[in-house]
């Protein structure tokens, strides 16, 4: 396979199928879990923030066994597509039995929910590190990756709008006044769907490039090389500071809407708009940042988007449509930039492979996972934190929620620190970049 291979249309659209399977699920979840866990299932709101504390901890540990097996992988699938054809099946039930309520006492109940919630996380890594690699073996190409992504965002931005439109109603719809066998029945359907779309995903895509690296060295070693690797250490704390962001801001927009805009009628439409923009930029990615120097384009749309989340802030709430149009060319810009960002995570491993010989899909694929699923709690409860800071507290036209909220939504320090941050990222992983890109003649073979 060359640097100038094209992906056909279906193989990046099977692919975009993969993140589209995880937002029907995740996002439900993500959405919903609290309020199902205290609301629905009974559980009492202390037990179930330690519980999404620790099994977040524990998978930090557990993850890298998963992204060390990843890479070590060897089927006549690939090194990926298998782990969608082995999960995909315990991926939907995973889902189905973490919203089931059973007829049990408290203990048994808490019990239930901490073994659930646990596998479904687990599960949720298992399928997902291998899917976030895969592109590296699937193209060589840096602008078919960043199409490919393009292609993967954008259906995951209509999995996750899907459920945002029809959860609630489905739920309302399939239960009949039951709320526990609803969010059952509806979760069974969004599990079933999901396990549909990741055989698609399977099916529509092939590996076409595999390394040729030894898989007998030990994970210690791999781990040891991914932390002498400078460009994987800057990319992973831009990831960081950059879910803190995107958490603490999302989260906070329901309260921003009601306390701060006092216009609870918009919320729906406020989320929805700013997903469709979002989604928009997803897809329209490659083809308007494609043709410039990625790291200038990154850079520029960087700006751009602190620059109208700073504006959101300095507006005054009377100003109800200004903002709306305002969230709505911030979330079309910020996800021009989504694509890029896991396209340098490609980079990352290319460059791993010409520093050391060793290409560490898995590993390196895997802390982007872990940032995923691990440093959103801790997003959610700097959120928190700050809003009691800032004199957040609960009614309307409280003067404490404009000043906690607006911050949280418009100055968060992500902007101020992710601009040289990730430029200097970009920059290091361009200056060393060799002609034709990190892949080496002779490194792989074509699968």
């Known amino acids: 396979m060359t640097l100038s291979s094209v992906l056909r249309t279906k193989d990046k659209i099977g692919y975009g199928l993969g993140d589209m399977a995880s937002a029907l699920v995740w996002q439900t979840a993500t959405l919903f879990l609290a309020y199902f866990y205290t609301d629905v299932f009974g559980l009492p709101a202390a037990i179930m ?6 099994v977040r901890v524990v998978d930090a540990f557990v993850d890298p066994c998963i992204g060390a097996l990843v890479d070590r992988t060897r089927t006549r699938h690939g090194r990926f597509r298998p782990w969608l054809l082995w999960f995909a099946i315990p991926f939907g039930v995973s889902c189905l039995i973490t919203f089931y309520v059973p007829d049990v006492g408290p203990t048994a109940k808490i019990v239930y929910a901490c073994v659930t919630y646990a596998i479904l996380s687990l599960i949720y890594s298992a399928i997902n590190v291998p899917y976030c690699a895969m592109p590296g073996a699937l193209t060589l190409d840096p602008r078919e990756r960043h199409s490919l992504q393009s292609w993967r965002f954008g259906l995951s931005f209509i999995g996750g709008l899907i459920v945002t439109v029809i959860a609630l109603p489905l739920v309302s ?4 006044g039951n709320v526990q066998k609803g969010y059952f029945y509806a979760m069974s359907l969004m599990g079933l769907l999901g396990i549909v779309l990741f055989f698609c995903c399977f099916l529509m895509t092939r590996e076409r490039y ?4 030894d898989t007998s060295g030990s994970m210690l070693t791999d781990l040891k090389l991914l932390a002498g690797n400078s460009q994987w250490r800057i990319v992973f704390l831009f990831n960081i500071l950059l879910l803190t962001a995107v958490v603490t801001r999302g989260s906070a927009t329901l309260y921003y809407v009601n306390y701060v805009l006092l216009r609870p009628d918009l919320v729906f439409a406020f989320i ?19 043709k410039f120097d990625r790291v200038r384009a990154y850079q520029w749309t960087i700006i ?23 969230n709505i060319v911030f979330s079309f810009i910020q996800n021009l930039t989504t694509p890029l960002q896991w396209t340098m995570f490609s980079d990352v491993v290319d460059y791993e492979e010409h520093r050391s010989g060793r290409r560490l899909d898995g590993l390196v694929f895997l802390h982007r996972a872990v940032c995923h699923q691990v440093w959103p709690g801790a997003g959610r409860g700097g959120r928190r934190l700050g809003a009691w800071h800032g004199g957040l507290r609960p009614g309307p036209g409280n003067p404490g929620a404009r000043r906690s909220l607006d911050h949280q939504r418009a100055v968060h320090p992500y902007p101020v620190r992710a601009v040289p941050l990730h430029g200097r990222a970009a920059c290091h992983l361009q200056a060393k970049q060799p002609a034709g890109g990190f892949h080496r003649p002779g490194a792989g073979q074509q699968a």
């Open 272 to 290: 929805v708009s700013g997903m469709v923009a979002s989604l928009s930029g997803a897809l329209l990615s490659e083809r308007l940042l494609g």
């Open 49 to 54: 923030g330690t519980m999404f504390l620790v």
């Open 304 to 326: 751009s988007f602190v620059i109208f989340g700073a504006l959101i802030f300095f507006l005054p709430p009377s100003q109800v449509w200004l903002i709306f149009g305002l």
């Open 210 to 213: 595999s390394p040729r690296n």
């Open 173 to 176: 719809l399939l239960g009949q």
